[in-house]
């Protein structure tokens, strides 16, 4: 990556664009950017949280069950949601009474339905997000850089996690060592040492954030709700030992990073066979065992994994919002020694904008020829350009040649 150190992107006003694996909205980011892998500064303009369409929401979950997805629906969904991303720019840009020509470029994750990361009998990774990058780019009119993660899983690479980078340059602390620990669908943790170079960042994901909580809400309410807000049903509730032990054993708690997850291990099929064995303890125990353990998976892989404990763990991501799950999360890190906890707000970021923030760097970072990948970090063979371009220009023209 020394090579490019000096190489800077084109400075200017982005947008990310980003929706999880809990599939609960798009969130949109307005950035200016300056500098390059050196100086980098990333300013959040303006946010925007644009919310699925219950019918293409339910219509994404279904697809997400590799039994039931069909090629048709993939097809079909793949510029619905892309539509969706597009509407989610055209709005932000709107609210921030920003033209779209002053914008130069679109970075969009698109939505993950499938993630099959390399590992045990897996030689070949592959990861499918939809949300068609011409699409947006033909609606909005604006650069789009979409596909993310497939250039690093071709040389070997988990495809994930890919905001590391990002978390090291904007994140790092001179005295500190620091964990930025997302908690989405899955909890995925960034450890920074002080002034840390490349080399030393550690990231992965450290197992289910809000998945099987959501999940189980969702089952034990007939889907009248879909998360446990603020923790509330957790927070009533006691620790089922018996159903914690034998969560705790799950094989991917013991595996060394490179590794990335998703809804293939933690999703409602899991949720389902829980709920099954042990319904009987009811909602709230449920979901206070759930809650415990993804602090106490959080805790485990910092121990096992991380050169030593963070002195700082800033929680980021919709499960920071969990004001019961926050809790836990300071307990048990608290006694493994990590005594200052902070929420990412408190750093004055906007929360809901952070990844979205991340994928409009990652989009400059194509569009100046930068790796965005971090190969210790993804296991892929070396850094990489990430992502596919698809110029605005470039699609009006085709239209007019129709
Ligand atoms: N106030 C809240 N109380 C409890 N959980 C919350 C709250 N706000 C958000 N969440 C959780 O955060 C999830 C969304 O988090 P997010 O970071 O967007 O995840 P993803 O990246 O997977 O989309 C929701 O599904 C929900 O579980
Ligand atoms: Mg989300």
Same mark, same amino acid.
């Not at 009998?121 to 604006?142: K, W």
């Not at 030393?200 to 197992?207: L, N, Q, S, V, Y």
């Not at 926050?326 to 906890?341: A, N, P, Q, T, Y």
């Not at 902070?342 to 970072?365: C, D, P, S, T, Y």
């Given at each position: 990556?020394?090579?490019?150190?000096?190489?800077?992107?084109?400075?200017?006003?982005?947008?990310?664009?980003?929706?999880?694996?809990?599939?609960?909205?798009?969130?949109?980011?307005?950035?200016?950017?300056?500098?390059?892998?050196?100086?980098?500064?990333?300013?959040?303009?303006?946010?925007?949280?644009?919310?699925?369409?219950?019918?293409?929401?339910?219509?994404?979950?279904?697809?997400?069950?590799?039994?039931?997805?069909?090629?048709?629906?993939?097809?079909?969904?793949?510029?619905?949601?892309?539509?969706?991303?597009?509407?989610?720019?055209?709005?932000?840009?709107?609210?921030?009474?920003?033209?779209?020509?002053?914008?130069?470029?679109?970075?969009?994750?698109?939505?993950?339905?499938?993630?099959?990361?390399?590992?045990?009998?897996?030689?070949?990774?592959?990861?499918?997000?939809?949300?068609?990058?011409?699409?947006?780019?033909?609606?909005?009119?604006?650069?789009?850089?979409?596909?993310?993660?497939?250039?690093?899983?071709?040389?070997?690479?988990?495809?994930?996690?890919?905001?590391?980078?990002?978390?090291?340059?904007?994140?790092?602390?001179?005295?500190?060592?620091?964990?930025?620990?997302?908690?989405?669908?899955?909890?995925?943790?960034?450890?920074?040492?002080?002034?840390?170079?490349?080399?030393?960042?550690?990231?992965?994901?450290?197992?289910?954030?809000?998945?099987?909580?959501?999940?189980?809400?969702?089952?034990?309410?007939?889907?009248?709700?879909?998360?446990?807000?603020?923790?509330?049903?957790?927070?009533?509730?006691?620790?089922?030992?018996?159903?914690?032990?034998?969560?705790?054993?799950?094989?991917?708690?013991?595996?060394?990073?490179?590794?990335?997850?998703?809804?293939?291990?933690?999703?409602?099929?899991?949720?389902?066979?829980?709920?099954?064995?042990?319904?009987?303890?009811?909602?709230?125990? %449920?979901?206070?065992?759930?809650?415990?353990?993804?602090?106490?998976?959080?805790?485990?892989?910092?121990?096992?994994?991380?050169?030593?404990?963070?002195?700082?763990?800033?929680?980021?991501?919709?499960?920071?919002?969990?004001?019961?799950?926050?809790?836990?999360?300071?307990?048990?890190?608290?006694?493994?020694?990590?005594?200052?906890?902070?929420?990412?707000?408190?750093?004055?970021?906007?929360?809901?904008?952070?990844?979205?923030?991340?994928?409009?760097? %990652?989009?400059?970072?194509?569009?100046?020829?930068?790796?965005?990948?971090?190969?210790?970090?993804?296991?892929?063979?070396?850094?990489?350009?990430?992502?596919?371009?698809?110029?605005?220009?470039?699609?009006?023209?085709?239209?007019?040649?129709?």
């Amino acid at each position: 990556m020394d090579n490019v150190k000096g190489t800077s992107i084109r400075g200017g006003l982005y947008i990310g664009l980003m929706s999880g694996t809990s599939v609960d909205g798009i969130d949109a980011a307005m950035v200016h950017l300056r500098g390059g892998y050196g100086g980098l500064t990333a300013k959040v303009l303006a946010h925007h949280a644009h919310s699925w369409p219950a019918a293409l929401q339910r219509r994404l979950q279904a697809v997400m069950a590799p039994a039931r997805a069909r090629t048709a629906e993939i097809c079909e969904l793949n510029m619905l949601t892309a539509r969706e991303f597009a509407k989610a720019a055209l709005t932000l840009l709107q609210k921030a009474k920003i033209d779209k020509s002053k914008i130069i470029a679109i970075g969009s994750h698109g939505q993950t339905i499938c993630h099959l990361p390399p590992g045990g009998d897996r030689t070949l990774g592959s990861s499918l997000q939809i949300g068609d990058a011409a699409m947006i780019a033909a609606l909005t009119g604006i650069t789009t850089v979409g596909n993310f993660r497939t250039a690093d899983m071709a040389i070997g690479g988990q495809g994930a996690p890919l905001v590391p980078l990002v978390d090291q340059l904007l994140w790092t602390d001179d005295h500190r060592s620091r964990c930025i620990q997302n908690i989405g669908g899955i909890g995925n943790v960034t450890y920074i040492a002080p002034r840390g170079t490349v080399g030393e960042i550690i990231a992965f994901d450290t197992g289910p954030g809000n998945m099987i909580i959501d999940a189980l809400v969702t089952l034990t309410t007939d889907g009248k709700m879909t998360y446990d807000r603020n923790g509330k049903f957790a927070a009533a509730g006691r620790i089922h030992k018996p159903m914690l032990r034998q969560l705790k054993v799950l094989e991917y708690f013991r595996l060394c990073p490179p590794k990335s997850t998703g809804r293939e291990l933690f999703g409602m099929p899991l949720a389902i066979r829980l709920w099954r064995k042990y319904r009987h303890i009811g909602r709230n125990d %449920l979901l206070a065992t759930a809650t415990e353990l993804t602090a106490w998976s959080i805790a485990a892989s910092y121990q096992r994994f991380l050169p030593q404990v963070p002195e700082e763990t800033i929680i980021c991501g919709g499960g920071a919002e969990n004001a019961f799950l926050f809790s836990r999360i300071k307990s048990v890190l608290d006694m493994i020694g990590c005594h200052r906890v902070r929420h990412i707000e408190e750093l004055g970021m906007i929360n809901k904008a952070r990844e979205a923030m991340a994928f409009a760097v %990652l989009a400059a970072w194509t569009m100046a020829g930068i790796p965005g990948n971090v190969p210790s970090v993804t296991g892929a063979r070396h850094p990489v350009v990430l992502g596919a371009i698809t110029p605005a220009g470039l699609t009006k023209a085709a239209t007019c040649r129709c």
